[in-house]
């Protein structure tokens, strides 16, 4: 389908554009937990196919993009590649600065869970969900879709009166995975 269609979304504005609501259609066809995101620019244009963090999709996005044309001026990424951690993170209006993210590794002893504990200054309760989301746009960003999946199984957000323990820079978090 995307043969048919690249040429319309070198120039696409919006989603609810037809082409764009085709593609999105098929895919969920496969499976309705399955989105894209691309970008276009002159120097080449990107598409990729992610999972939205669940691991269980990982094989079904990496079959599709083993199968996705070969097209000039496409490259094709299955799962969000790992690009650094953004200066701003913004989700349905809320923006939230990186640099005001720290955050806590949270190991559960009894569980073998590793958890993620975003520490934000001034959470307003009405946002949060979306503050929260913002955040977790960021981590895919900062530590590519795969990794943030199989490094954390879970994360939470509190406030720096709530924080408890150690904690160090959001953006720092890929060294800190390191380790």
Not at 81 to 91: A, N, T, V
Request: glycine residues 6%.
């Amino acid at each position: 389908v995307f043969t048919d269609h690249h040429v319309a979304f070198e120039t696409m504005e919006s989603a609810d554009e037809p082409d764009y609501v085709l593609l999105l259609e098929r895919l969920h066809e496969l499976s309705p937990d399955i989105y894209f995101e691309f970008m276009t620019s002159p120097e080449g244009n990107e598409f990729v196919i992610t999972a939205d963090g669940e691991q269980s999709l990982f094989p079904l996005v990496e079959e599709i993009i083993a199968a996705a044309p070969k097209l000039d001026n496409w490259s094709f990424f299955a799962l969000k590649p790992q690009f650094g951690f953004p200066e701003l993170s913004e989700w349905e209006g809320v923006r939230m600065r990186i640099a005001n993210v720290r955050c806590i590794l949270l190991e559960c002893m009894d569980t073998d869970e590793l958890g993620l504990r975003l520490i934000v200054p001034h959470i307003d309760p009405a946002t949060e969900d979306s503050l929260h989301n913002a955040l977790l746009r960021a981590i895919d960003h900062g530590l590519g879709e795969r990794r943030f999946a199989e490094s954390f199984d879970f994360t939470e957000l509190v406030n720096p009166a709530a924080a408890g323990g150690e904690s160090f820079p959001l953006a720092r978090l890929d060294a800190e995975l390191s380790r």
